[in-house]
C-alpha cells in the first residue's frame, strides 16, 4: 500500500515538473514573440534593452530588469518594469493594460523626470507614420498613472517640479483630466527666483497633455475639450522668492464654458502678500508689514465680443477695509479680471463701495506727515473742502474723509465711451489737481 503511494506521489510529481517546464517553456516562447511584437510597434527608431526579462503568469505579462528605452533625444531607464501583453488586434494602435516601473528616469531636450514608482493603466503608444511631415494619427494617452516621489526639470520654464504622490486620469490630445497631487513644489532660480509650495492640488476638466505639448513645444495652448466645467482647488499655497511673497490657505476656482459664454467664480482665502510683492511696496509706509485678506472673483466673459461682466470682485481686509467692484468691460482677453492679458481692456461702466477698516486714517496721516502737518490739522482742512466743493461729488467725498468709518463710499464711473481700465485709473489720481476731469470719466460719488 505504502509502495502505491510513494509511485503515485512521484508520478504526480514528475507529471508536475513536465507540466511546469512545458508551461515555463511555452510562456518564455510567448514572452519572446511579445517583446518582438512591442519592439515592431515601436518603429524602426527605437532602442530597446535590458538586462532580463522574466515572463508573468501564462505570458500575459513580462517584468524587465535594467530597462533602458530610447528614441531620438528620449532616454528611459528603470530598474524594474512590468508589463501586460500588447495589444493590436482591434486597430493600429497599440494598446497596453498595464505598465509599472521601479526608479523611473526620463530625460529628453525637453526636461527630465524621475519617479520613485509609477503605474499605468489603459495606455495607447503613438503611431508614427513614414512621412515625418505627416500629423501623428494617435498621441500618447494614459486611462490611469499614479506615482511616488516625482522630481522633474521643465526647460521651457527653467523649473523644477517635485511631488510625493501623484495620481492623473484621462491624459490624452483633447482629453479633460482630473489631477490630484500632495506636497507640491515648484521652483526656479532664474530672475526673479521662485519658490512654489502647496500641500495638495486638485485640477479637473483640464487638458493636460495639450498644456504639456505647450510647455515643452512654445506652441499656444488650445485644447479645445468636451468638457464644460473646470475646477482647480489649491490647499496651503505659498510663493516666496529672496524673501516671503504670498501665502493662501485655499485658493477655488470653478468655471463654465459653453460655446456663447465663459463664467467664472473664484476665491482665494486668507490670502497674506508681502511688501516684496509688485504693487503692494506702499505697505510699509502706511504701518502695514503685509496684507491679510479674502477675494471673490464671479465674471462672465464673453468671447465673440470681448465684452467681460463683473459680477463682484471683492477684496476683504479686517485691518484695511472691504472694496467690491462690479462692472461692464469690453477688450477682454480672458474671463479671468485678475488675468493680466486684461491690462487694455476698456470700461463701459464700472461701480466701486468701500467700507474702510482702518486704511484711510493710515493714509491721511502719512500724507499729513508728507506735507508737514498734525494728522489731526489734516483731516480738518479735508473736511473744510466738503464746504467748499462746487462739485457735488468732490463735496460727498471730502465729507467722507473726514470721517470714513462711519459710511460707506459709492464710487460711480461711465465715460461717454468706453474708456481703457489703465486711463480710468491714472484719471481718478489727477482728480485732485484737476477736478474737470470728473465729467471725462462720469464720476459719481456718494457716502451713506
Known amino acids: 500500500m505504502k509502495k502505491n503511494v510513494l509511485v503515485t506521489v512521484s508520478g504526480i510529481a514528475i507529471l508536475g515538473g513536465i507540466a511546469w517546464f512545458g508551461a515555463h517553456h511555452a510562456e518564455r516562447v510567448m514572452v519572446d514573440k511579445g517583446i518582438e511584437r512591442f519592439k515592431q510597434a515601436l518603429g524602426p527608431d527605437v532602442s530597446f534593452t535590458y538586462t532580463r526579462a522574466k515572463p508573468g503568469l501564462l505570458g500575459r505579462s513580462v517584468r524587465f530588469y535594467g530597462l533602458v528605452f530610447r528614441q531620438g533625444p528620449e532616454t528611459m531607464t528603470a ?39 509609477v503605474e499605468m493603466d489603459d495606455l495607447a503608444l503613438p503611431t508614427r507614420t513614414e512621412d515625418p511631415a505627416a500629423p501623428t494619427m494617435q498621441s500618447l494617452s494614459i486611462g490611469h498613472v499614479q506615482a511616488t516621489g516625482l522630481h522633474g526639470f521643465a526647460s521651457a520654464l527653467q523649473s523644477d517640479i517635485a511631488a510625493d504622490t501623484a495620481a492623473m486620469d484621462n491624459f490624452g490630445a483633447n482629453e479633460a483630466s482630473h489631477l490630484q497631487a500632495r506636497k507640491v513644489s515648484l521652483s526656479t532660480d532664474v530672475a526673479p527666483p521662485r519658490h512654489v509650495h502647496a500641500d495638495s492640488i486638485v485640477v479637473d476638466g483640464v487638458a493636460l497633455a495639450d498644456l504639456y505639448t505647450s510647455l515643452t513645444t512654445g ?22 522668492g529672496t524673501s516671503p511673497l504670498m501665502r493662501a490657505k485655499r485658493v ?16 482665494i482665502q486668507e490670502l497674506e502678500l508681502r511688501p516684496d510683492v509688485p504693487n503692494m511696496g506702499w505697505l510699509p509706509s502706511l504701518g502695514y508689514d503685509h496684507f491679510v485678506g479674502n477675494v471673490v472673483l464671479n465674471d462672465t466673459y464673453t468671447p465673440k465680443t470681448g465684452t467681460l461682466h463683473v459680477e463682484t470682485l471683492s477684496i476683504d481686509s479686517a485691518n484695511m477695509g472691504r472694496l467690491h467692484i462690479n462692472g461692464e468691460f469690453t477688450q477682454a482677453a480672458s474671463a479671468s479680471m485678475l488675468n493680466g492679458n486684461n491690462a487694455d481692456m476698456q470700461v463701459t461702466s464700472m461701480t466701486m463701495t468701500y467700507i474702510d477698516h482702518g486704511l484711510v486714517p493710515r493714509a491721511l496721516g502719512a500724507i499729513a506727515a508728507a506735507r508737514g502737518l498734525p494728522p489731526q490739522a489734516f483731516v480738518a482742512f479735508v473736511q ?65
Open 384 to 448: 473744510s473742502q466738503s464746504a467748499t466743493a462746487q462739485n457735488p461729488a468732490y463735496a460727498g467725498f471730502f465729507r467722507w474723509l473726514g470721517n470714513p468709518g462711519k459710511q460707506t463710499l459709492s464710487i460711480g464711473i461711465k465715460p461717454d465711451q468706453p474708456m481703457p481700465l489703465m486711463q480710468v485709473v491714472a484719471t481718478l489720481g489727477n482728480l485732485a489737481s484737476m477736478p474737470e476731469l470728473a465729467k471725462q470719466i462720469g464720476l459719481s460719488v456718494q457716502a451713506h
Open 252 to 267: 477655488l476656482s470653478h468655471a463654465t464654458h459653453t460655446d456663447a459664454t465663459e463664467q467664472e467664480v473664484s476665491s
Open 79 to 117: 530598474d524594474e518594469a512590468e508589463l501586460s501583453k500588447p495589444d493590436t488586434q482591434d486597430s493600429d494602435v497599440t494598446r497596453i493594460h498595464h505598465l509599472s516601473f521601479r526608479n523611473f528616469q526620463l530625460a529628453d531636450p525637453a526636461g527630465s523626470l524621475h519617479l520613485a514608482t
Open 219 to 240: 506652441a499656444p495652448y488650445s485644447a479645445h475639450i468636451s468638457s464644460t466645467t473646470r475646477d482647480i482647488t489649491i490647499d496651503r499655497l505659498s510663493m516666496d
